[in-house]
Nanobody
Framework: QVQVVESGGGLVQAGTSLRLSCAASGRVFSDYTMGWFRQAPGKDREFVAAISWSGGLTNYADSVKGRFTISRDNTRNTVYLQMNSLKPEDTAVYYC???????????????WGQGTQVTVSS
């Protein structure tokens, strides 16, 4: 069992940056691939980024590639999502998730946080 808690959301202007954090507890953090997802109002939840247990493999949605960076610090049991050049269409609730295994592909995750709101004004 893994518990994940997101933080760092807020209201920002377009073109600026924000960093989300996800603190994990429960099991050995480094056993898990970690991912970020988001859900905008009236839309389905969508994949944003994922990172392997070692941090050596990452995967990004096309919509954020080149603007967002996922990273992790296994000594702090924390995964980050650095979001640069934010756009109004990035407005969503952002969720952190964890899954066993090494693949950064696929969207089936086992554990989910409650989400943190990111609002980007134009």
């Amino acid at each position: 069992q893994v518990q994940v808690v997101e933080s760092g959301g807020g209201l920002v202007q377009a073109g600026t940056s924000l960093r989300l954090s996800c603190a994990a507890s429960g099991r050995v953090f480094s056993d898990y691939t970690m991912g970020w997802f988001r859900q905008a109002p009236g839309k389905d939840r969508e994949f944003v980024a994922a990172i392997s247990w070692s941090g050596g493999l990452t995967n990004y949605a096309d919509s954020v590639k080149g603007r967002f960076t996922i990273s992790r610090d296994n000594t702090r049991n924390t995964v980050y999502l650095q979001m640069n050049s934010l756009k109004p269409e990035d407005t969503a609730v952002y969720y952190c998730a964890a899954k066993m295994g090494v693949s950064v592909f696929g969207y089936q995750y086992d554990y989910w946080g409650q989400g943190t709101q990111v609002t980007v004004s134009s």
